[in-house]
């Protein structure tokens, strides 16, 4: 007996101390300059591959396309007909005819086009000028070949360029626009070339201007916003590292999103534990004991949101859409090093500061805590007196809200939309409608067995929507090669309506029935439409996969059945409403034109990937003051602890995703709009007042089955246990 006394002291004492090892670890009174160390090293070594993610970054047709659609058959087989090249189409257009002095200059640009050979123009390649009609002509057009290869993205806008110091501007009634597929690869080019600084510093000023409002502070916002910039410089790295190693696909759209995901998801994390610890400055004198603790606490529900959304992400790999399944490990690689720089390099810093970087505002020991008298403990108060009205109105006025997806249009962005603000291939395109059959410049391609080359040039001459005369073989491509042939064909419509698809599928139908031809359709048009149906097949198998995964997470961390059941109820609900307020603004604000095929499916992983957080960080303090004071007691705490947090985590989140609003193109500002609403309306309706209400309502039955259903924390709802004596440390 004597020795059990003598060993049950110690064996308190160990198990009282290990909690706080992996805090203590990041922020010991020497680990946490330890802790800096590593990070400073890790950065000197990865900061050079960071600035060099947009080397690698894929932004031709096969890193969007599906690998099994047969426009990406048809890239592939036509690599070997001729070099990888777009045109870009030249327009001439006077409106009361082309003048004498008109044709000389359109005649001297043509020749002098056909000798550039500056960023990849394939001059000598020239076709043109080609005139609408030979007596009395209006308009004419050049097509210029422009080489993209591995470099293409780099030099598009560059050579354009070279173009237009050639063709010169439009003036005299004389109009000069530059557009076809390589006038608007141009366009798109110039846009993401300024992708990742004007993200960066939106993003940035979002955040600066967040954190001093919530933190009222000069000194500590500054904290987060160098371990927000830490992680980015880190995932920026690892995802160069992997796109030139591993082969990960990495585009424009995914290296903004990166951006906006680190700063948005990594200052939440932050302000997560920044709260926390100035809980627990509170109630201790050390402040090495104070950050350990609160890691402890608040360490668990940050790595779970992480690890809802990096898995959410990661599900991203079943779509077929190269675009979106390269996107999820980009993103889930950003959200790892998020949460990792949030537990050690942002623990590490804000205790070498000391208690001072709170200041105006600094945390004394033995101060009240603020929170429980603060504007969400009488939020709850009011939520408390009539909780099932309260969140039976929410809900009806939710599911209201979603009435507004009736005006989703979400079938796709022709090239005339896609941009906010007019370009000058867009102008040119609508030019060269009126002048010339609709689809110049962006032909459907055929490849077939050369032995059934007639035949299938001939059923696409029935098949209708094509130019008869335009059926061929086109200059510059070898006859034949392996077996096989390319032909062209000019569809009459636009390349980006829904006609021209409509050809699309009437001339593959056609072709297919071509025995022994193994004929293929591919195009611009033809890559639009697949990449439309891969959309809809993403949107059919991702979502639900997602809603699983995250089930599957909450109903793990919170060890119950029906609070995870109605916590996804209610982020579907408050996805529905998010996407109908968006669809009614885009309609009646905005006036956009239409969504992306891919638009729902982004704004539902974002918004319940990055949603999610704020349910982890309300439910697992729930859970952590239900087992003490009884569930509708714990939610009233929890509430009145963390709704500060979670509207100031909304509110940064929401103005990092806004921030996508800065770039002129209508997909990144409506992903913006769509996200940023729906984090404000789940941050501030849902998560505070709905989620509140429903816990409120039905008390410890939300933790069915587990045993804390029943005992609830083994006291009656609303009884505060006896708190636990600080032991300071000086």
């Known amino acids: 007996m004597a020795a059990g006394a003598h060993r049950e002291p110690d064996e308190r004492h160990r198990t009282a101390r290990a909690p706080h090892r992996p805090g203590r670890l990041v922020c010991g009174r020497r680990t946490k300059w330890l802790t800096v160390l590593l990070w400073l090293v890790a950065l000197a070594a990865l900061a050079p591959a960071a600035q060099r993610l947009s080397d690698v970054q894929d932004n031709d047709a096969l890193s969007w396309l599906p690998d099994s659609a047969e426009s990406t058959r048809v890239l592939k087989v036509a690599e070997g007909f001729r070099d990888e090249s777009v045109t870009a189409v030249v327009i001439y257009a006077r409106e009361g005819g082309l003048t004498a002095a008109d044709r000389e200059r359109i005649a001297g640009a043509a020749d002098e086009l056909r000798t550039l050979r500056d960023h990849g123009v394939q001059g000598a390649r020239t076709r043109g000028p080609v005139f609408d009609r030979p007596a009395e002509p209006r308009a004419a057009q050049i097509a210029v070949p422009i080489t993209m290869d591995e470099r293409g993205w780099e030099r598009i806008a560059p050579a354009v360029d070279s173009l237009r110091e050639i063709t010169g501007r439009g003036s005299g009634g004389l109009a000069v626009h530059i557009t076809g597929p390589g006038g608007t690869a141009a366009d798109f080019a110039e846009v993401y070339a300024g992708i990742d600084s004007t993200l960066l510093l939106a993003a940035l000023a979002v955040v600066v201007v967040a954190l001093l409002v919530t933190y009222r502070s000069p000194v500590l916002l500054l904290v987060p916003v160098l371990a927000a910039v830490a992680a980015l410089l880190t995932s920026q790295a690892l995802v160069y590292l992997l796109a030139r190693h591993a082969g990960l696909t990495v585009n424009g759209q995914s290296a903004g999103i990166l951006t906006v995901l680190v700063f948005g998801a990594g200052t939440d994390y932050a302000l997560l534990l920044v709260a926390r610890y100035r809980e627990e400055l509170r109630r201790h004198r050390d402040r090495h004991e104070a950050m350990a603790r609160a890691l402890r606490r608040a360490g668990p529900a940050i790595v779970a949101s992480g690890g809802t959304v990096g898995i959410s992400m990661l599900v991203l790999l079943v779509a077929e859409m190269n675009s979106t399944s390269g996107l999820g490990p980009v993103c889930a690689v950003g959200v790892a090093v998020a949460v990792l720089a949030m537990l050690t390099l942002l623990p590490a810093l804000l205790v070498i500061a000391g208690r001072w970087v709170f200041w105006p505002v600094v945390p004394h020991y033995g101060s009240p805590e603020p929170t429980e008298r603060g504007v969400w403990a009488r939020a709850g108060r009011r939520i408390e007196r009539r909780p099932r009205t309260v969140w039976g109105v929410t809900a009806v006025v939710l599911a209201a809200l979603s009435l507004g997806i009736t005006a989703l249009r979400a079938e796709g962005i022709d090239n005339a939309d896609a941009f906010t603000r007019t370009q000058d291939s867009v102008t040119g395109q609508e030019l060269s409608a009126r002048y010339f059959p609709a689809g110049s410049g962006s032909p ?42 390319l032909l062209e064909a000019t569809p009459t419509d636009p390349a980006d309506s829904a006609a021209a698809e409509e050809t699309v599928e009437r001339v593959r139908a056609a072709v297919h029935a071509v025995p022994g031809a193994r004929a293929l359709v591919g195009g611009t048009t033809a890559a639009t439409l697949d990449a439309e149906n891969a959309s809809a097949r993403d949107n059919r198998v991702v979502i639900p996969l997602v809603l699983l995964v995250v089930l599957g997470v909450l109903m793990l961390l919170l060890r119950a059945v029906l609070a995870p059941l109605l916590l996804i109820a209610t982020v579907v609900l408050s996805f529905a409403a998010a996407l109908g307020i968006s669809a009614l603004a885009f309609r009646h604000v905005f006036d956009y034109a239409g969504e992306d095929t891919a638009f729902p499916l982004f704004t539902f992983v974002f918004l319940v990937a990055l949603g999610i957080d704020y349910n982890i960080f309300l439910t697992t303090r729930v859970r952590e003051e239900s087992v003490r004071r009884g569930t509708r007691q714990g939610t009233l705490t929890a509430l ?80 505060a246990g006896p708190r636990r004596p600080d032991t300071p440390r000086d």
Do not use: N
């Not at 929507?465 to 077996?483: C, F, H, N």
């Not at 039905?698 to 804390?708: D, F, K, M």
């Open 444 to 485: 459907l391609v055929v490849v077939a067995e050369a032995d059934r080359a007639g035949e299938v040039r001939r059923a696409v001459e029935r098949a209708g929507g094509v130019v008869p005369a335009s059926v061929g073989r086109p200059p510059g491509v070898a006859p034949e090669r392996d077996g096989r042939v």
């Open 640 to 719: 009145a602890a963390t709704g500060a947090v979670i509207t100031s985590a909304g509110l940064v989140l929401a103005g990092t995703f806004a921030a996508l609003g800065t770039l002129p193109v209508t997909g990144f500002a409506e992903i913006g709009f769509a996200v940023a609403a729906g984090v404000l309306l789940d941050t501030f309706v849902v998560r505070s007042v709905l989620v509140t209400a429903v816990f409120l309502d039905l008390g410890p039955r939300v933790w069915w089955p587990h045993p804390l259903a029943r005992t609830d924390g083994g006291r009656r709802a609303g009884t």
